[in-house]
C-alpha cells in the first residue's frame, strides 16, 4: 500500500465525521462536537505524514487535499467560526498547501489567488481595521505560515506564473493588502517567531514581484515599519529577517540597470571634478552637520526621460525626495547597537545590505553611500573577518573612479571633523571616527587609490588633535593639582615611590599597561588607533617625511606643548614602524647593503631604508623628549602622558630592532631608569615593562646583569649630574633606585659617585632635603648589603660577643694565679680608690660611676682619647681592602669585605656628623640609619667598641637634648642596639646616661605621669574587679607619650637583663621602681629578680 493510500485510509473516518457535522441541516459552529473533530482531522493528518515522511518524501495527491477539504469549505460560508476552529483549519490547510498544492506544478493562479486573498482576509480582518487582539496568536501565526507556503510556492512554479498572477487585475488589491498585513503583524505581535515569519513572508513577496515600479509604491509603508522594528531593539532572527527583506526592497527600487541612471558633471572630465570635490569648502563646525545625506554639487544624478516611459511613477523628482526620506529612516535604522547583537547572522544581514546597494544602487543611493560605509565600518571593527570581504565587494565595482573620489572626500570631511568628534561627550563618537578613517585608507589602499599627502595628512591631523587634547587635560588638571599641593608638602622619604622589589619573567606577565589617555578617550578609541597605524604602516613609503622637519627644530624648545606634539609623533611612528610587513626581517645591515641589490630587489630594499630611518627617528625624537620631559618638575598631564608614550615607543622601536638595539643603550637606558624614580606611578609602571623587556630581550631576563653590563655609563651619567644645575633632590632618588634593582656589584662601582655625595654632604649639609635624598641612598645601600649577608647569624653574634664580654663565675673572669697577679698588678690604683671611697653616704644619682667602676674589665674611658685623636674618616680609596685584618693589624673576621665595611663606618660618620641638625625628619632618619649600620660594623669587634663608644656620647646627647618624642625613641633603638652588641663595654656610658635620665625634666615628667596612670589603672582593677573596662580606639594617630614611655621602659629592661651583676644594686632599684608597673613579671629582671620580687611586694603594700 502506497503513502497516498494509507493517508486516505487514515483520514476518511475522521473526514466523514467532520461532513457530518458540516454538511447537515443542522450544523453550528461553536460546538465542541465540531472542534474535537476538526482537532481530530489535524493530528491524524500530521501524525501520517510524519510517519510517512521518515519512510521519504511524501506528496499528497491533489484530489486527497480536495476530499479533505470538502467538509472543511462548508465552515467558511458561515460567518460564526470561531477563533479556535479557525486556527486548527488554518494549521489543516497549512499542511495541505505544504504537501499538496504548492508542489511544483500542482499551484494553478485561480488557486493562488483565492488563498492568499482568503487567508490574508482571515487573519488581516478589514482593510484599515487590523488588530492582532482579534484572533489568538496561534491562529496568526498558522496564517502567516500558509501565505509564506503559497508564495514559496508561487516561485516554485513555471517561470510565467508570476508573471501570469501580477497581470491579474483581481490580484492587484489583494497584494496591497497583503503587504500592508504582513507589515502589521511584523510591527505589532509580541512573539519574535511570529515577527520573523511574518518578514520572511514578506521577503518572498518581494521576490516574487521583482518589479522596482510596484515596489515603489510599498517603499514608504515598508521601510517606515522596519524603522519601528529595528527600533524596538528585537531579537535577533527578527533584526536579521528585517534588514534581508529592506535589502531586497531596496535593491530591487534602486537599481541602477533597472532605472538606467546617469551621472553627469558640470565639469569636462573626472580630473576637473577631482579637483572640485577636493578643494570644496568645508562646513561651519561650530555645530555638528550630517553631511551624509548632501549630495556633491558637481555631480548630477538623473534618470533619463528616455526611461520614464516605463517608469511612470519612478523619477528623478520621485527620486531626490525619496532619497531624501529614505535618508532620515535609514539614519534610524542603520544604528544598530553591534555589541548588543553579537550573532552573526545579523552582522552578516546588514553587511550584505550595505554592500548589495553599494554595489548596485550606486548612482541611484549615491547620497547615501557614506552612510552605508559607515555601517560597514561598524561591522568590520565588531568582527575583522568581514574587513578582507568589504575590500574585495568594494574594489572592482563599475564606479570605481567615483568610488574613490567618494572615498577621499568622505577621509577629507572626517579629518575637518576630527577634533569635534575628540572633543565630544559620547566617547563612541571618537572610536566610531578612527575605526571609519581606517576602513576608508583599507579600501583605498585595497584600489591603489591612496597617496603620501593623503596619509600625511591623516596623521598630522591625529597629532595635532591628540596633542590638544593631552594639553587641555593638562590644563585643567594643573590646576587642582596647585590648589592641592598648597594643603600638603610631602617629605622625601614619602616622595621616594620605588619600583617593585621582584623583577623576573613572571613580574613582566603580570603587569599590565594602564589605558594611555585615561580620562580623555577610551581604550576602545586607542585600540582603534593603534589598529588605523597597522593599516597606514602598509603604506611606509608614503609617510617617509612625516613631520620629521618640525621635530628637529623643535627640539631647541623648552614650550612643554612642543614636547608633546613630539611624544605624540614618536609614539605614532614607532606603531608604524612596529607594525611594517616587510619581505623579511629587519635588519640594519641590510641598509647598508641596499646599494648592492638589484632591481628587481628594489622596492623590497626601499622599505627597509624607509623602515630604518623611520625606526631611528622614532628612537630619537622619545629619547630626546623623554630628556626633556624629566627636566621638568612640574607634574602636568601632558608631561606624564608624554613620558609614557616615548616609553611606549622605545618599547615599540625594541620590537623592531630585536638584538640590535644593544647600541642604542649607551644614549637610552639612563632616561628609563630615570623614569623609574618618577613621583608619578604611571610612569613608573611603563618604565618597569620597559626594563624588564630589555632585560628579557638583551640580558636573559636579568635586571642585575643588564644594570652591572651598563654600570659604567650609568655612573658617568649621575656623576655629572652631581654639579651644578643639574643635583636636584631627584638625583638620590635615582640612585636609590639603581642600588635597589641592581646587584650588590653595582654598589661597589659606585666608589666614585660615594665620595662625591660625602663631598656634597659637607657643601650642602644644610639643604635637608638633599641631605634627606643621600641618607635615603645609604639606606637602601644597607638593605642591598643585609640581603647578601641574610646567611649570616645577627643574633648569634650578639650572643657570641655577649660570652666574651661577660665575665664568667670565676673571680671577673680570672682562671689561674697568673691572671690573678695581673689583675691586681694592674688595677690596684682602682682597688684604693674604691676603698678610700667606700664610707662615702653618696646616691647613685651623684657618682654611680665610681662605684662599678672596677666591674669593668677593659675600661671604655681608655678608648675615649683614642676617638678624641683619630676620626672615623672616610676610607674609600682602597687603603684598606686587604681581607687579612684591618688598620690595627688584628685579622678580618667580619663577612664583610674590608672596602665595603669602611665605606659603611663613613656613613655612619657623616650620619654623626649631622645627626645635630634642628630638622627632625632628618634626624629621625639618621638614627634609623645609624640603627642598621651597627650590627654590620659590630661583626669586627676590634673597630666596632672605638666607633660605638663615640657613638654613644652623641646619640646620648640627642636623647637628653631633644624635646621630640619621636627623636627620643629612634635614640633608644640606637642605645638598645649598642648595648646588644657591647654589652658590658657599654656599663659606665649606661650608668652616665641613667643618671643624665634622671636629671631631665621631660624625660622625669613623662615617666611620672604614665607610673600615676598604670598605678591608678591597678588601683581602679583591685577596686573595681567586676566592671568591664572599655577603652576609646577611635583614634589612629600614635600615642608618642605612651610610647616613648614603653621605649625607656623596655631599654632599662633589657640593659638590666644584658649588664646584669655590674649595675650597682641603688641603680638598679631606681630602675625597677621606674619599670615595675609596666611589667611586673619578675622573669624578665634576670639577675634582680630576687630584688624585683621585693619591690613589688613593696609597691603592693603600699598600694593598699
Given at each position: 500500500?502506497?503513502?497516498?493510500?494509507?493517508?486516505?485510509?487514515?483520514?476518511?473516518?475522521?473526514?466523514?465525521?467532520?461532513?457530518?457535522?458540516?454538511?447537515?441541516?443542522?450544523?453550528?459552529?461553536?460546538?465542541?462536537?465540531?472542534?474535537?473533530?476538526?482537532?481530530?482531522?489535524?493530528?491524524?493528518?500530521k501524525s501520517e505524514i510524519e510517519t510517512s515522511t521518515n519512510d521519504g518524501q511524501l506528496s499528497i495527491p491533489v484530489n486527497l487535499s480536495d476530499y479533505i477539504m470538502v467538509p472543511i469549505t462548508r465552515l467558511f460560508?458561515?460567518?460564526?467560526?470561531?477563533?479556535?476552529?479557525?486556527?486548527?483549519?488554518?494549521?489543516?490547510?497549512?499542511?495541505?498547501?505544504?504537501?499538496?498544492?504548492?508542489?511544483?506544478?500542482?499551484?494553478?493562479?485561480?488557486?493562488?489567488?483565492?488563498?492568499?486573498?482568503?487567508?490574508?482576509?482571515?487573519?488581516?480582518?478589514?482593510?484599515?481595521?487590523?488588530?492582532?487582539?482579534?484572533?489568538?496568536?496561534?491562529?496568526?501565526?498558522?496564517?502567516?505560515?500558509?501565505?509564506?507556503?503559497?508564495?514559496?510556492?508561487?516561485?516554485?512554479?513555471?517561470?510565467?506564473?508570476?508573471?501570469?498572477?501580477?497581470?491579474?487585475?483581481?490580484?492587484?488589491?489583494?497584494?496591497?493588502?497583503?503587504?500592508?498585513?504582513?507589515?502589521?503583524?511584523?510591527?505589532?505581535?509580541?512573539?519574535?517567531?511570529?515577527?520573523?515569519?511574518?518578514?520572511?513572508?514578506?521577503?518572498?513577496?518581494?521576490?516574487?514581484?521583482?518589479?522596482?515600479?510596484?515596489?515603489?509604491?510599498?517603499?514608504?509603508?515598508?521601510?517606515?515599519?522596519?524603522?519601528?522594528?529595528?527600533?524596538?531593539?528585537?531579537?535577533?532572527?527578527?533584526?536579521?529577517?528585517?534588514?534581508?527583506?529592506?535589502?531586497?526592497?531596496?535593491?530591487?527600487?534602486?537599481?541602477?540597470?533597472?532605472?538606467?541612471?546617469?551621472?553627469?558633471?558640470?565639469?569636462?572630465?573626472?580630473?576637473?571634478?577631482?579637483?572640485?570635490?577636493?578643494?570644496?569648502?568645508?562646513?561651519?563646525?561650530?555645530?555638528?552637520?550630517?553631511?551624509?545625506?548632501?549630495?556633491?554639487?558637481?555631480?548630477?544624478?538623473?534618470?533619463?526621460?528616455?526611461?520614464?516611459?516605463?517608469?511612470?511613477?519612478?523619477?528623478?523628482?520621485?527620486?531626490?525626495?525619496?532619497?531624501?526620506?529614505?535618508?532620515?529612516?535609514?539614519?534610524?535604522?542603520?544604528?544598530?547597537?553591534?555589541?548588543?547583537?553579537?550573532?552573526?547572522?545579523?552582522?552578516?544581514?546588514?553587511?550584505?545590505?550595505?554592500?548589495?546597494?553599494?554595489?548596485?544602487?550606486?548612482?541611484?543611493?549615491?547620497?547615501?553611500?557614506?552612510?552605508?560605509?559607515?555601517?560597514?565600518?561598524?561591522?568590520?571593527?565588531?568582527?575583522?573577518?568581514?574587513?578582507?570581504?568589504?575590500?574585495?565587494?568594494?574594489?572592482?565595482?563599475?564606479?570605481?573612479?567615483?568610488?574613490?573620489?567618494?572615498?577621499?572626500?568622505?577621509?577629507?570631511?572626517?579629518?575637518?571633523?576630527?577634533?569635534?568628534?575628540?572633543?565630544?561627550?559620547?566617547?563612541?563618537?571618537?572610536?566610531?571616527?578612527?575605526?571609519?578613517?581606517?576602513?576608508?585608507?583599507?579600501?583605498?589602499?585595497?584600489?591603489?587609490?591612496?597617496?603620501?599627502?593623503?596619509?600625511?595628512?591623516?596623521?598630522?591631523?591625529?597629532?595635532?588633535?591628540?596633542?590638544?587634547?593631552?594639553?587641555?587635560?593638562?590644563?585643567?588638571?594643573?590646576?587642582?593639582?596647585?590648589?592641592?599641593?598648597?594643603?600638603?608638602?610631602?617629605?622625601?622619604?614619602?616622595?621616594?615611590?620605588?619600583?617593585?622589589?621582584?623583577?623576573?619573567?613572571?613580574?613582566?606577565?603580570?603587569?599590565?599597561?594602564?589605558?594611555?589617555?585615561?580620562?580623555?578617550?577610551?581604550?576602545?578609541?586607542?585600540?582603534?588607533?593603534?589598529?588605523?597605524?597597522?593599516?597606514?604602516?602598509?603604506?611606509?613609503?608614503?609617510?617617509?617625511?612625516?613631520?620629521?622637519?618640525?621635530?628637529?627644530?623643535?627640539?631647541?624648545?623648552?614650550?612643554?606643548?612642543?614636547?608633546?606634539?613630539?611624544?605624540?609623533?614618536?609614539?605614532?611612528?614607532?606603531?608604524?614602524?612596529?607594525?611594517?610587513?616587510?619581505?623579511?626581517?629587519?635588519?640594519?645591515?641590510?641598509?647598508?647593503?641596499?646599494?648592492?641589490?638589484?632591481?628587481?630587489?628594489?622596492a623590497t630594499g626601499d622599505s627597509l631604508t624607509l623602515l630604518h630611518n623611520l625606526t631611528y627617528f622614532s628612537l630619537e625624537t622619545s629619547t630626546q623628549t623623554l630628556k626633556k620631559c624629566s627636566e621638568s618638575s612640574?607634574?602636568?598631564?601632558?608631561?606624564?602622558?608624554?613620558?609614557?608614550?616615548?616609553?611606549?615607543?622605545?618599547?615599540?622601536?625594541?620590537?623592531?630592532?630585536?638584538?640590535?638595539?644593544?647600541?642604542?643603550?649607551?644614549?637610552?637606558?639612563?632616561?628609563?631608569?630615570?623614569?623609574?624614580?618618577?613621583?608619578?606611578?604611571?610612569?613608573?609602571?611603563?618604565?618597569?615593562?620597559?626594563?624588564?623587556?630589555?632585560?628579557?630581550?638583551?640580558?636573559?631576563?636579568?635586571?642585575?646583569?643588564?644594570?652591572?653590563?651598563?654600570?659604567?655609563?650609568?655612573?658617568?651619567?649621575?656623576?655629572?649630574?652631581?654639579?651644578?644645575?643639574?643635583?636636584?633632590?631627584?638625583?638620590?632618588?635615582?640612585?636609590?633606585?639603581?642600588?635597589?634593582?641592581?646587584?650588590?656589584?653595582?654598589?661597589?662601582?659606585?666608589?666614585?659617585?660615594?665620595?662625591?655625595?660625602?663631598?656634597?654632604?659637607?657643601?650642602?649639609?644644610?639643604?635637608?632635603?638633599?641631605?634627606?635624598?643621600?641618607?635615603?641612598?645609604?639606606?637602601?645601600?644597607?638593605?642591598?648589603?643585609?640581603?647578601?649577608?641574610?646567611?649570616?647569624?645577627?643574633?648569634?653574634?650578639?650572643?657570641?660577643?655577649?660570652?666574651?664580654?661577660?665575665?664568667?663565675?670565676?673571680?671577673?673572669?680570672?682562671?689561674?694565679?697568673?691572671?690573678?697577679?695581673?689583675?691586681?698588678?694592674?688595677?690596684?690604683?682602682?682597688?684604693?680608690?674604691?676603698?678610700?671611697?667606700?664610707?662615702?653616704?653618696?646616691?647613685?644619682?651623684?657618682?654611680?660611676?665610681?662605684?662599678?667602676?672596677?666591674?669593668?674589665?677593659?675600661?671604655?674611658?681608655?678608648?675615649?682619647?683614642?676617638?678624641?685623636?683619630?676620626?672615623?674618616?672616610?676610607?674609600?680609596?682602597?687603603?684598606?681592602?686587604?681581607?687579612?685584618?684591618?688598620?690595627?693589624?688584628?685579622?678580618?673576621?667580619?663577612?664583610?669585605?674590608?672596602?665595603?665595611?669602611?665605606?659603611?663606618?663613613?656613613?655612619?660618620?657623616?650620619?654623626?656628623?649631622?645627626?645635630?641638625?634642628?630638622?627632625?625628619?632628618?634626624?629621625?632618619?639618621?638614627?634609623?640609619?645609624?640603627?642598621?649600620?651597627?650590627?654590620?660594623?659590630?661583626?669586627?669587634?676590634?673597630?666596632?667598641?672605638?666607633?660605638?663608644?663615640?657613638?654613644?656620647?652623641?646619640?646620648?646627647?640627642?636623647?637628653?637634648?631633644?624635646?621630640?618624642?619621636?627623636?627620643?625613641?629612634?635614640?633608644?633603638?640606637?642605645?638598645?642596639?649598642?648595648?646588644?652588641?657591647?654589652?658590658?663595654?657599654?656599663?659606665?656610658?649606661?650608668?652616665?646616661?641613667?643618671?643624665?635620665?634622671?636629671?631631665?625634666?621631660?624625660?622625669?615628667?613623662?615617666?611620672?605621669?604614665?607610673?600615676?596612670?598604670?598605678?591608678?589603672?591597678?588601683?581602679?582593677?583591685?577596686?573595681?574587679?567586676?566592671?568591664?573596662?572599655?577603652?576609646?580606639?577611635?583614634?589612629?594617630?600614635?600615642?608618642?607619650?605612651?610610647?616613648?614611655?614603653?621605649?625607656?621602659?623596655?631599654?632599662?629592661?633589657?640593659?638590666?637583663?644584658?649588664?646584669?651583676?655590674?649595675?650597682?644594686?641603688?641603680?638598679?632599684?631606681?630602675?625597677?621602681?621606674?619599670?615595675?608597673?609596666?611589667?611586673?613579671?619578675?622573669?624578665?629582671?634576670?639577675?634582680?629578680?630576687?630584688?624585683?620580687?621585693?619591690?613589688?611586694?613593696?609597691?603592693?603594700?603600699?598600694?593598699?
Open positions: 500500500m502506497d503513502a497516498a493510500a494509507k493517508l486516505f485510509r487514515a483520514v476518511k473516518p475522521k473526514c466523514v465525521t467532520l461532513a457530518q457535522l458540516t454538511l447537515s441541516e443542522n450544523s453550528t459552529t461553536g460546538s465542541i462536537e465540531l472542534l474535537n473533530a476538526l482537532k481530530d482531522l489535524d493530528s491524524t493528518l460560508q458561515s460567518d460564526s467560526m470561531t477563533d479556535s476552529e479557525l486556527e486548527v483549519v488554518l494549521s489543516i490547510i497549512h499542511v495541505l498547501l505544504k504537501y499538496s498544492w504548492c508542489q511544483p506544478g500542482a499551484l494553478s493562479n485561480e488557486l493562488f489567488i483565492q488563498y492568499v486573498t482568503l487567508i490574508t482576509f482571515l487573519i488581516g480582518g478589514k482593510p484599515g481595521q487590523f488588530s492582532m487582539k482579534t484572533h489568538s496568536d496561534d491562529t496568526v501565526m498558522n496564517g502567516v505560515l500558509c501565505l509564506q507556503v503559497l508564495l514559496q510556492g508561487c516561485l516554485n512554479q513555471d517561470s510565467t506564473f508570476t508573471s501570469r498572477v501580477l497581470e491579474n487585475s483581481k490580484f492587484v488589491p489583494t497584494l496591497g493588502f497583503l503587504v500592508s498585513t504582513l507589515l502589521n503583524i511584523a510591527v505589532e505581535s509580541q512573539i519574535s517567531a511570529m515577527k520573523a515569519h511574518s518578514l520572511k513572508t514578506l521577503n518572498i513577496l518581494f521576490h516574487l514581484i521583482d518589479n522596482g515600479e510596484i515596489l515603489s509604491l510599498f517603499f514608504p509603508g515598508s521601510v517606515s515599519s522596519i524603522a519601528k522594528i529595528v527600533t524596538s531593539r528585537p531579537h535577533s532572527n527578527v533584526l536579521s529577517e528585517a534588514f534581508v527583506t529592506l535589502t531586497t526592497l531596496v535593491s530591487s527600487i534602486f537599481s541602477d540597470f533597472d532605472l538606467e541612471v546617469d551621472a553627469e558633471s558640470k565639469f569636462n572630465s573626472l580630473d576637473s571634478l577631482r579637483d572640485s570635490i577636493e578643494d570644496s569648502p568645508k562646513e561651519n563646525l561650530d555645530f555638528p552637520i550630517n553631511t551624509d545625506l548632501q549630495p556633491n554639487s558637481s555631480l548630477v544624478i538623473t534618470i533619463p526621460e528616455s526611461a520614464t516611459s516605463l517608469k511612470q511613477h519612478r523619477t528623478t523628482s520621485w527620486l531626490r525626495s525619496t532619497l531624501n526620506q529614505f535618508g532620515k529612516a535609514l539614519e534610524i535604522i542603520l544604528k544598530v547597537d553591534l555589541k548588543r547583537y553579537d550573532k552573526f547572522n545579523i552582522r552578516d544581514a546588514i553587511f550584505q545590505f550595505d554592500v548589495k546597494i553599494i554595489r548596485s544602487s550606486f548612482l541611484s543611493c549615491y547620497p547615501l553611500i557614506p552612510m552605508l560605509l559607515r555601517s560597514l565600518s561598524a561591522i568590520c571593527f565588531a568582527d575583522p573577518t568581514f574587513i578582507p570581504l568589504t575590500i574585495e565587494s568594494l574594489v572592482y565595482i563599475p564606479e570605481n573612479e567615483l568610488l574613490k573620489l567618494l572615498l577621499k572626500k568622505a577621509l577629507e570631511d572626517e579629518l575637518h571633523k576630527m577634533q569635534y568628534n575628540f572633543s565630544s561627550p559620547d566617547a563612541t563618537k571618537a572610536e566610531l571616527m578612527i575605526q571609519f578613517i581606517d576602513l576608508l585608507i583599507k579600501i583605498l589602499n585595497g584600489m591603489n587609490g591612496i597617496d603620501a599627502s593623503m596619509l600625511e595628512k591623516t596623521l598630522s591631523r591625529l597629532q595635532e588633535n591628540i596633542a590638544l587634547l593631552l594639553e587641555v587635560k593638562s590644563t585643567s588638571d594643573s590646576k587642582k593639582k596647585v590648589h592641592a599641593s598648597n594643603k600638603q608638602a610631602l617629605s622625601m622619604e614619602r616622595k621616594l615611590l620605588l619600583v617593585s622589589s621582584h623583577y623576573d619573567k613572571s613580574t613582566y606577565d603580570g603587569l599590565q599597561k594602564t589605558p594611555l589617555f585615561n580620562g580623555i578617550i577610551t581604550k576602545e578609541t586607542e585600540t582603534a588607533l593603534e589598529n588605523l597605524f597597522e593599516t597606514i604602516s602598509e603604506n611606509i613609503e608614503q609617510i617617509a617625511h612625516f613631520d620629521m622637519s618640525n621635530i628637529q627644530e623643535g627640539f631647541i624648545s623648552s614650550n612643554p606643548n612642543i614636547t608633546v606634539h613630539h611624544a605624540v609623533s614618536s609614539w605614532i611612528l614607532s606603531h608604524i614602524t612596529k607594525n611594517v610587513k616587510t619581505k623579511k626581517p629587519f635588519d640594519p645591515e641590510d641598509y647598508f647593503e641596499i646599494v648592492d641589490d638589484n632591481e628587481a630587489n628594489f612640574t607634574e602636568l598631564f601632558s608631561i606624564t602622558s608624554s613620558s609614557i608614550m616615548c616609553l611606549r615607543a622605545i618599547s615599540n622601536t625594541m620590537d623592531v630592532l630585536g638584538i640590535e638595539f644593544q647600541d642604542e643603550l649607551i644614549d637610552l637606558l639612563y632616561p628609563i631608569v630615570e623614569c623609574l624614580a618618577s613621583s608619578s606611578e604611571l610612569i613608573r609602571t611603563e618604565a618597569q615593562i620597559v626594563v624588564l623587556k630589555l632585560a628579557n630581550l638583551l640580558y636573559d631576563g636579568s635586571i642585575e646583569k643588564l644594570l652591572s653590563e651598563n654600570a659604567d655609563y650609568l655612573i658617568d651619567t649621575l656623576s655629572g649630574k652631581l654639579v651644578g644645575e643639574c643635583l636636584t633632590p631627584k638625583i638620590p632618588i635615582i640612585l636609590s633606585v639603581l642600588v635597589k634593582i641592581g646587584s650588590l656589584d653595582i654598589v661597589a662601582e659606585l666608589d666614585d659617585i660615594i665620595r662625591t655625595i660625602f663631598t656634597l654632604l659637607d657643601m650642602y649639609h644644610g639643604y635637608t632635603s638633599l641631605v634627606e635624598g643621600f641618607f635615603l641612598v645609604f639606606d637602601e645601600l644597607l638593605s642591598k648589603v643585609y640581603n647578601d649577608q641574610k646567611e649570616f647569624d645577627f643574633e648569634q653574634l650578639a650572643t657570641d660577643l655577649e660570652d666574651e664580654n661577660v665575665l664568667a663565675f670565676g673571680m671577673w673572669g680570672l682562671k689561674s694565679m697568673d691572671e690573678v697577679d695581673e689583675f691586681i698588678n694592674k688595677y690596684d690604683v682602682a682597688f684604693d680608690d674604691m676603698n678610700d671611697n667606700q664610707n662615702d653616704d653618696m646616691g647613685v644619682a651623684e657618682e654611680p660611676l665610681r662605684k662599678s667602676k672596677i666591674l669593668e674589665i677593659d675600661s671604655d674611658d681608655d678608648s675615649d682619647d683614642e676617638n678624641d685623636t683619630k676620626s672615623i674618616p672616610s676610607q674609600m680609596n682602597g687603603e684598606d681592602s686587604d681581607d687579612e685584618g684591618g688598620d690595627d693589624g688584628t685579622k678580618w673576621v667580619s663577612p664583610i669585605n674590608v672596602k665595603l665595611y669602611n665605606t659603611i663606618t663613613s656613613i655612619l660618620s657623616y650620619a654623626e656628623r649631622l645627626a645635630q641638625t634642628k630638622s627632625v625628619p632628618l634626624v629621625i632618619l639618621l638614627l634609623k640609619v645609624i640603627d642598621r649600620i651597627i650590627p654590620l660594623i659590630a661583626t669586627q669587634k676590634s673597630k666596632f667598641l672605638p666607633i660605638s663608644a663615640n657613638l654613644w656620647g652623641i646619640v646620648s646627647s640627642i636623647l637628653n637634648e631633644t624635646e621630640d618624642f619621636r627623636v627620643i625613641s629612634r635614640s633608644i633603638d640606637v642605645l638598645q642596639n649598642l648595648i646588644k652588641f657591647g654589652h658590658t663595654f657599654f656599663v659606665t656610658r649606661f650608668l652616665d646616661l641613667f643618671v643624665l635620665l634622671g636629671k631631665n625634666t621631660r624625660i622625669k615628667s613623662l615617666i611620672e605621669k604614665q607610673n600615676r596612670i598604670l598605678i591608678m589603672s591597678e588601683q581602679k582593677k583591685l577596686d573595681k574587679k567586676d566592671t568591664t573596662l572599655i577603652l576609646n580606639q577611635t583614634s589612629t594617630s600614635t600615642n608618642w607619650d605612651l610610647n616613648t614611655f614603653n621605649k625607656i621602659c623596655e631599654f632599662l629592661l633589657f640593659s638590666l637583663s644584658k649588664l646584669g651583676r655590674f649595675i650597682p644594686i641603688d641603680t638598679a632599684i631606681s630602675i625597677i621602681r621606674i619599670t615595675i608597673h609596666y611589667d611586673k613579671d619578675v622573669d624578665h629582671y634576670g639577675y634582680f629578680d630576687d630584688l624585683a620580687i621585693f619591690l613589688t611586694e613593696y609597691e603592693a603594700e603600699k598600694t593598699r
